[in-house]
Structures are given as structure tokens and as C-alpha cells.
């Protein structure tokens, strides 16, 4: 089966740029997306088609790609944006999610 | 404004079949590119996706979960059924379901409801 790959957890310090990574063997040709989930929450869509933001999310928030790898990166991070992350991805007609990375930001 | 709500039992016992609804507004489910999905989340583990019909009405399930998971819709009642049968303990989880969008050949969720936790235990 199709799997996405999160490191489990990235720290980071206020202010500074956090970057999380997604990777999969069929990554290269698939769009990524990128959900954000607060404690007690919702998942919260923050990137969608590799690199763009939906209305309402803050510009610190960008995405990228590089062959089997997407990348949600985090400038200036602030402490409301600790939580967890999940990529996503379509393939072959099913939805795959990657398997979460914990964000804090110490 | 979109919203989505996902309503059902919140116990089960093992072997029962688990029937949710979502019922949704501020978009139609006829609406070309447009889709409901379900979302499950066992507690402290990662998203897991279940399901998507969309405005054409075709489906789509997850393939280890194809035999046991149906997904309706009632365009007129603004509401996507899931059903799930012979639940198991691991099936406890929050559902959720959300919108998708239909874009670029790919499928991907912007307006998610609050989640309802079922439970299953004898």
C-alpha cells in the first residue's frame, strides 16, 4: 500500500523557520497537501497543490516539493501554530495521509 | 458559510454495523468537482481516510476497508451516509467528514465537520 512518510516530531523556536517533510515513492508525480490540527480540533487544510494557500492562512505558511519529497515550511513561527501536521496526497484513486508530524515550538 | 456535522451512535458493540450521517450546507452536492468524504482518527494515531462520493455520484473507498464500507448520498436532504459494518474495537475513532474538492486529477478536503467518537466495546 501507498505510505507517506512524516518525521514523528521537528522543534523550533519562536520566530524561527520549521520545516516539516513528506515523502513517498509516488510523491514525484502527485500533488501534496498539508493539514494542521490543534489539539481538540479539526484538521485545518494550510496548503493545498504543493504550494498554495487557501484564503485565510497566514503567509508564513508555504509548501514546496523536490522529486519523492513535499515540504511544509514555517516562517517566523509563532507558539498558535504548535500542533500536529499531516500531508496527504491522491493516488490510484484512494487518499493517502502521512503519518503526522508534532510540531513544538519551545 | 460551509458547514458539516457528522451525527450516529457514539457506542457500539462489536459486530454492529455503524451508521453515520453528515449532514452539510453552504454548497451542493451536485456542484461539478464537489465531494464528501469520511475521515477516521483512532485516539493519539494519525488521520485515516475511508471514503469520498462525489457530485457525479461516483465513490471511492479504502481498499483494506472496501467490504465493510458503503457510502450514500441524499442530494435533496444535503446529507452523506457512511456505513460500516462488523465494527471491532480498533474501529474506535473520531469520524469526520469533509468536503473535497475535485481538482487537477487529485481529491483533497477544505471544510472539515467537528468529528463525533465512536466507541466499541462490549
Known amino acids: 500500500s501507498y505510505e507517506l512518510t512524516q518525521p514523528s516530531s521537528v522543534s523550533v523556536s519562536p520566530g524561527q523557520t520549521a520545516t516539516i517533510t513528506c515523502s513517498g515513492d509516488?510523491?514525484?508525480?502527485?500533488?501534496a497537501y498539508w493539514y494542521q490540527q490543534k489539539p481538540g480540533q479539526s484538521p485545518l487544510l494550510v496548503i493545498y497543490?504543493?504550494?498554495k494557500r487557501p484564503s485565510g492562512i497566514p503567509e508564513r505558511f508555504s509548501g514546496s516539493y523536490s522529486g519523492n519529497t513535499a515540504t511544509l515550511t514555517i516562517s517566523g513561527t509563532q507558539a498558535m501554530d504548535e500542533a500536529d501536521y499531516y500531508c496527504?496526497?491522491?493516488?490510484?484513486?484512494?487518499?493517502?495521509f502521512g503519518t503526522g508530524t508534532k510540531l513544538t515550538v519551545l | 458559510q460551509i458547514t458539516l456535522k457528522e451525527s450516529g451512535p457514539t457506542l457500539l458493540k462489536p459486530t454492529q454495523t455503524l451508521t453515520l450521517t453528515c449532514t452539510f450546507s453552504g454548497f451542493s452536492l451536485s456542484t461539478s468537482g464537489v465531494g464528501v468524504g469520511w475521515i477516521r482518527q483512532p485516539p493519539g494515531k494519525a488521520l485515516e481516510w475511508l471514503a469520498v462520493?462525489?457530485?457525479?455520484?461516483?465513490?471511492r473507498y479504502r481498499p483494506s476497508l472496501k467490504s465493510r464500507v458503503s457510502i450514500t448520498r441524499d442530494t435533496s436532504k444535503n446529507q452523506v451516509v457512511l456505513t460500516m459494518t462488523n465494527m471491532d474495537p480498533v474501529d474506535t475513532a473520531t469520524y469526520y467528514c469533509a468536503r473535497a474538492t475535485n481538482e487537477m486529477a487529485t481529491t483533497y478536503f477544505d471544510h472539515w465537520g467537528q468529528g463525533t467518537l465512536v466507541t466499541v466495546s462490549s
Open positions: 497543490q504543493d504550494t
Open positions: 496527504q496526497a491522491w493516488d490510484s484513486n484512494t487518499e493517502v
Open positions: 509516488k510523491m514525484r508525480n502527485n500533488y
Open positions: 462520493i462525489y457530485w457525479d455520484d461516483d465513490k
